[in-house]
């Protein structure tokens, strides 16, 4: 009882994690493929090795794109080097060896889908970076590692204390800083207001998928989200209306 008691604490909502799996796989399986598609991530085989042939993945870049898939439906607590492992199709030694821990994989994987070079690619203004970071909050189902974005991981396991400092600091160098920039702010605090109705929203949206939000078209649902993001980036005016409203 001790043991449960302490996992229990260590992973927040650790017990609620099948539940919460299978409403993201429903809310995933029920959607149409997707016809907007975000910026794709960046590619594992950036760094090819000289000592393979073209295309062909090494053990190491193998071990990365499983445990994306896996991350990305599965929270960092219920995810093991065992499951990364066999799905990899490696020895869990190799594993080891490769990344040394699950948190090191876990932040290499984040890492390698940071849409940093994506929403701050030539320079855009703020309007342009949320309309880039708008296109990674709706999720399709991650059945292929290009499938997969950032906030697949950021939903399964934010509520992980295993993984937050990973995250958290994710969130700060790949996200607010690039967005704080954008707008002119000299510190993160509106990018993380910002970042955080963006992250409830996907959340709220993946794991819970009430009929009536989805109900709502996507481009309706996706306009609001933008609309939130630059008033909560933009300061207000004195009469209390905010600046900025879709055209």
């Known amino acids: ?12 909502l650790h017990l609620a994690a099948p539940l919460l799996r299978g409403s993201i796989f429903s809310f995933f399986a029920s959607k149409p493929p997707d016809e907007h598609k975000p910026p794709m991530p960046r590619t594992l085989n950036s760094a090819n090795s000289t000592d393979r042939m073209p295309g062909q993945a090494t053990g190491k870049e193998r071990i ?3 445990a994306m898939l896996l991350f990305a439906r599965m929270p960092y607590s219920d ?5 990364i492992a066999a799905a990899a199709g490696v020895d869990v030694a190799y594993v080891h060896r490769a990344f040394g821990s699950k948190a090191e994989i876990f932040r290499q ?5 940071a849409p940093l070079d994506d929403i701050a690619a030539g320079g855009p203004d703020g309007a342009t970076m949320i309309n880039r970071i708008c296109d990674l909050a709706f999720l399709r189902d991650p059945r292929k590692v290009e499938d997969v ?3 697949h991981l950021l939903t399964q396991s934010s509520l992980c204390s295993e993984a ?5 600091q994710f969130f700060g160098t790949s996200l607010a800083l690039p967005l704080s920039r954008a707008f002119g702010h000299a510190d993160p605090g509106r990018a993380h207001f910002a970042l955080s109705l963006l992250s409830g929203f996907v959340t709220h949206r993946a794991i819970f998928g009430p009929a009536d939000l989805l109900a709502i078209p996507e481009a309706d649902q996706r306009q609001m989200l933008q609309t939130a993001l630059m008033n909560a980036m933009l300061p207000g005016c004195s009469d209390g209306v905010f600046g900025w409203r879709p055209i």
Do not use: E, F, V, Y
Request: hydrophobic share 45%.
């Open 1 to 12: 009882m001790k043991n449960q008691l302490n996992n229990t604490t260590r992973c927040g």
């Open 64 to 66: 990365l794109a499983s």
């Open 79 to 83: 995810t093991s080097l065992r499951d």
């Open 109 to 113: 994987a984040l890492l390698a889908l």
């Open 149 to 151: 974005r950032p906030l």
């Open 164 to 168: 937050r400092a990973i995250i958290a």
